[in-house]
């Protein structure tokens, strides 16, 4: 939300004053909570949705003359002490503009498929072996090494409602090993009734790797071992997942998945194609208006 409200200020060609008062309207309307998870709830979705539309609104807000607290981020009643009241708000600035390493934010993965970022290892590695497999295999057992964090988010055997398979180790391996993808459609109704697809569920076990532990949350890795009704085993890993700053996407990558997003989002090929040069131009500022989002939303 913050990163909108900023992105949103600087477009709008906000002054000083009132950008800080963007991120302060866009702090106080801070919230998402995870018990979605626990219920396979379709909430999620909502989560960078309202993120994204909040910051705009904030940023719109600020624009017209509404004031927000300065001071959001590490006042006694802000950002910093809602979410780590022990932290040391000191460190977010540290040698900020004096560092030759880069912005955090320009470490940051980016998720080229549909499901949590805790499965997208084994996800690499499902793929991998996939392209490793005879066309006639029959998979008599997988086997799943990763961290404990991976486990405790995404040890969900027997998913039945998209939420819960996105947040399924052993379905997005399953979906990576069958059908060669995991995207928006492989949680579809019909993808989630998949009988093939469910058979193979209860022989893939997961387990918690000691090394990978051991090296999480520095490194998101996996293995994936899978044995063949012939004896056959075949093993791949996984220790950066596609879309980290050490395995980024290409451009045709991010842009593929973004038409592949404004499609299923039922955005017209037209359209796809504008908003990708919008995009593209984004590092010089232009009004908001410019982006055709009313004509978007009409169309949807």
Not at 121 to 147: C, K, M, N
Not at 148 to 174: E, G, R, Y
Not at 272 to 296: N, S, V
């Amino acid at each position: 939300m913050f990163g909108a409200a900023a992105a949103a200020g600087w477009l709008l060609g906000l002054d000083r004053d009132r950008l800080v008062w963007a991120l302060g309207n866009a702090g106080t309307q801070a919230s998402g909570l995870w018990q979605f998870n626990d219920e396979g709830a379709l909430t999620k979705p909502l989560h960078p949705g309202r993120a994204a539309a909040n910051g705009v609104l904030a940023a719109t807000l600020s624009r017209l003359g509404l004031t927000g607290a300065r001071r959001i981020l590490e006042g006694e009643r802000g950002f910093f002490a809602g979410l780590a009241p022990r932290g040391d708000p000191r460190r977010v600035v540290a040698q900020l503009g004096e560092s030759d390493e880069p912005l955090r934010v320009r470490q940051i993965s980016i998720k080229p498929h549909a499901s949590c970022r805790h499965t997208h290892a084994a996800i690499d590695a499902a793929l991998a072996l996939r392209a490793q497999l005879p066309a006639d295999a029959h998979i008599d057992g997988v086997r799943v090494s990763t961290y404990k964090a991976a486990l405790t988010l995404c040890d969900k055997p027997d998913p039945h409602t998209s939420p819960d398979a996105k947040f399924s180790l052993q379905f997005c391996v399953a979906s990576a090993l069958l059908r060669g993808k995991v995207g928006l459609a492989e949680f579809s109704d019909t993808a989630l009734a998949d009988k093939d697809l469910h058979a193979l569920l209860p022989r893939i076990e997961v387990v918690v790797d000691a090394a990978r532990e051991a090296a999480y949350p520095g490194c998101w890795s996996a293995a994936v071992s899978v044995t063949l009704a012939d004896g056959r085993t075949f093993q791949a890993a996984q220790e950066r997942p596609k879309g980290d700053p050490e395995n980024p996407l290409t451009e045709a990558e991010l842009e593929a998945k973004f038409r592949g997003l404004a499609a299923a989002g039922k955005v017209g090929a037209t359209d796809t194609e504008r908003l990708l040069g919008w995009l593209r131009a984004l590092a010089t500022p232009a009004p908001l208006d410019a982006l055709p989002l009313r004509e978007l939303a009409r169309d949807a």
